[in-house]
Structures are given as structure tokens and as C-alpha cells.
């Protein structure tokens, strides 16, 4: 079994900042890609950031500059950094993450229940 979990979600003001958390546990050789995606209500969901073993990033253009994913792989854990957050960035927060469970086992993909992020005043 694996678990993934999402944490850090709120309720923040314009121009604050949060910091998401997204732990795996369980039955895990190895975790490759990690990204966070996000979906706000009617709309379909997007890749927010991902990160990969060799630490690469990759963002969309929405949050460039704003966000930073990092990974702590000891862990099994990665963040998502969030600061000069906008009303637009509302959204439940989502985790996925390519997890390999045994090194003889493909790698696949899994998905945390997500966090709700809410930016108002």
C-alpha cells in the first residue's frame, strides 16, 4: 500500500505566502517525478510544477517567479513554495507522484486527495 498525503492548504490574502507539503508513505522503492498540479472549481486540472530525481524543474508560466518546488527524497516528500499569491491561484492543490515500489516493478503514477488553497482578502 501507499499513501500520499497533501498538507499546508488555507485560507491567505492577496500577496501572502503558503508553503504545501506532499508526503508519500507505505511500500516505496523509489519516488522519480513529483509534481503539483492544482484545479479551480469548473475548470479542468493543471500541472502547477514538477521536479524530477536529478532536481530539474519545470513550471508553468502562470507561477514562474512565484513558486518554487523543491523535494526532500529522504523523505519521500515534496513542497511547493508558494509567495506573491493572487485571487487566481485558488484552486485544491493536488501531489503526483511516479512511484516505483519495488526495483523490480514499473513505475506509477499516484495521486494525494489534495489541499485547498484560497487567496482573499
Known amino acids: 500500500q501507499v499513501q500520499v498525503v497533501e498538507s499546508g492548504g488555507g485560507l491567505v490574502q492577496p500577496g501572502g505566502s503558503l508553503r504545501l507539503s506532499c508526503a508519500a508513505s507505505?511500500?516505496?522503492?523509489?519516488?522519480?517525478?513529483m509534481g503539483w498540479y492544482r484545479q479551480a472549481l469548473g475548470m479542468q486540472r493543471e500541472l502547477v510544477a514538477s521536479?524530477?530525481?536529478?532536481?530539474?524543474?519545470n513550471y508553468a508560466d502562470s507561477v514562474k517567479g512565484r513558486f518554487t518546488i523543491s523535494r526532500d527524497s529522504a523523505k519521500n516528500t515534496v513542497y511547493l513554495q508558494m509567495n506573491s499569491l493572487k485571487s487566481e491561484d485558488t484552486a485544491g492543490y493536488y501531489c503526483?507522484?511516479?512511484?516505483?515500489?519495488?526495483?523490480?516493478?514499473?513505475?506509477?503514477?499516484?495521486w494525494g486527495k489534495g489541499t485547498q488553497v484560497t487567496v482573499s482578502q
Open positions: 507505505g511500500s516505496i522503492f523509489s519516488i522519480e517525478n
Open positions: 521536479i524530477t530525481t536529478g532536481a530539474s524543474t
Open positions: 503526483k507522484l511516479l512511484i516505483r515500489r519495488w526495483w523490480s516493478d514499473p513505475a506509477m503514477d499516484y
